[in-house]
């Protein structure tokens, strides 16, 4: 009996997730060992191969790159960049609404100059579609309400 007892004790579950834990720690650090190493020697060895030729090499290209630049473009890019920042924006401000109404206005006044009875018939043609649409959209949200009331 007493020798089961002190199995007990021994290899309890708390004793074994301690050893499962520390186990564990030991896995992440050879792993975080392995992969620090491996990450310095890479960079060692990557700055050893380097010399003098590809250096000048990478200069090379690097100034042949700054070269092709379109200098010129950017500094003109830049300067309409500032100039629309920093005029108003009243093009913005304005009221949709109020530039349709100004736009529609406009094609108005437009048909009458021209005074073409194609024209004319066209647009009260449209009218009319507009008006209908506007009474059925009308009539739909009566509707709608008195059904959910």
């Not at 002190?6 to 992440?28: D, E, G």
């Amino acid at each position: 009996m007493e020798v089961q007892q002190w199995w007990r004790l021994r290899f309890s579950f708390r004793n074994a997730t301690m050893v499962v834990c520390f186990l564990n720690i030991i896995t992440a650090i050879v792993l975080l060992h392995a992969f620090l190493t491996s990450a310095y020697t890479r960079n060692k060895f990557s700055n050893a191969n380097t010399n003098s030729v590809q250096l000048s090499y990478i200069k090379e290209s690097e100034e042949i790159r700054l070269a092709m630049l379109p200098v010129e473009l950017i500094k003109r890019v830049r300067e309409i960049e500032q100039e629309v920042y920093t005029e108003p924006e009243t093009a913005q401000k304005k009221d949709t609404k109020q530039t349709a109404a100004v736009d529609l206005s406009k094609r108005l006044k437009d048909f009458r100059s021209l005074n073409d009875a194609a024209s004319l018939k066209a647009l009260e043609e449209w009218r009319k579609r507009k008006m209908e649409r506007a009474r059925q959209r009308e009539l739909e949200k009566n509707g709608t309400i008195s059904s959910q009331a």
